[in-house]
């Protein structure tokens, strides 16, 4: 059974760095093909992809966002972890995780999301 | 960037009803396309993919079409369990793109 699990900060300050962690189960990201990704949604607002990472250790960025995003994994402990730098408040917004199938940006299981808001 | 425009962003039907949600790409996406279903306070569900493909367990209701730039996400008869938000995400590039959304309302 696939499962992924979104954790971080409810609340950070402008100008900050968030660091948000995803921990899964029922698959290896040392096994080939597997890959996961981050994606984004503001309240009330459309999905936006931000990242991927694969199990060679290939990472993708969103073209709009690649300077402020680092992706990483910890296959140890079935975690990736993503930083976005300079947060500012159209940062705030529902933080989901997701694998992917095979190495398509298909997204076949998702975590079930993590809100975070930015605000002074 | 591949820009995935759907419509409409809103519909309102009744139960029974057959409704159908449209998706356009900025270019040719040869069928990598993908359907969520996504209720409130939930992440979305994978509906269909290689826009026709159902994903295991969706119920048959749900069709989709397409080719090239357009495509379509058809629900045969609304059932209550259906009402909820619906994305378009096309997969044939680097870097997926999502649909603005159609949120289906209860008439």
């Known amino acids: 059974q696939v499962t992924l699990r979104e954790s971080g900060p409810a609340l950070v300050k402008p100008t900050q760095t968030l660091t948000l962690t995803c921990t899964f189960s029922?698959?290896?990201?040392?096994?080939?093909?597997?890959?996961v990704s981050w994606i984004r949604q503001p309240p009330g607002k459309a999905l936006e992809w931000l990242a991927r990472?694969?199990?060679?250790?290939?990472?993708y960025y969103s073209t709009s966002l690649k300077t402020r995003l680092t992706i990483s994994k910890d296959t140890s402990k079935n975690q990736v972890v993503l930083t976005m730098t300079n947060m500012d408040p159209v940062d705030t917004a529902t933080y989901y995780c997701?694998?992917?199938?095979?190495?398509?940006?298909?997204?076949?299981?998702w975590g079930q999301g993590t809100l975070v808001t930015v605000s002074s | 960037d591949i820009q995935m425009t759907q419509s409409p962003s809103s519909l309102s039907a009744s139960v029974g009803d057959r409704v159908t949600i449209t998706c356009r790409a900025s270019?040719?996406?040869?069928?990598?396309l993908a359907w969520y279903q996504q209720k409130p306070g939930k992440a979305p569900k994978l509906l269909l993919y290689?826009?026709?493909r159902l994903e295991s367990g969706v119920p048959s209701r749900f069709s989709g079409s397409g080719s090239g730039t357009d495509y379509t996400l058809t629900i045969s008869s609304l059932q209550p369990e259906d009402f909820a938000t619906y994305y378009c995400?096309?997969?044939?590039?680097?870097?997926?793109?999502f649909g603005g959304g159609t949120k289906v309302e209860i008439k």
């Open positions: 270019q040719g996406i040869s069928n990598s």
């Open positions: 995400q096309q997969y044939y590039s680097i870097g997926a793109t």
């Open positions: 990472i694969d199990w060679d250790d290939d990472k």
């Open positions: 029922g698959f290896s990201l040392s096994t080939s093909g597997m890959c």
């Open positions: 290689a826009a026709s």
């Open positions: 997701a694998r992917l199938r095979g190495y398509s940006y298909l997204f076949d299981y």
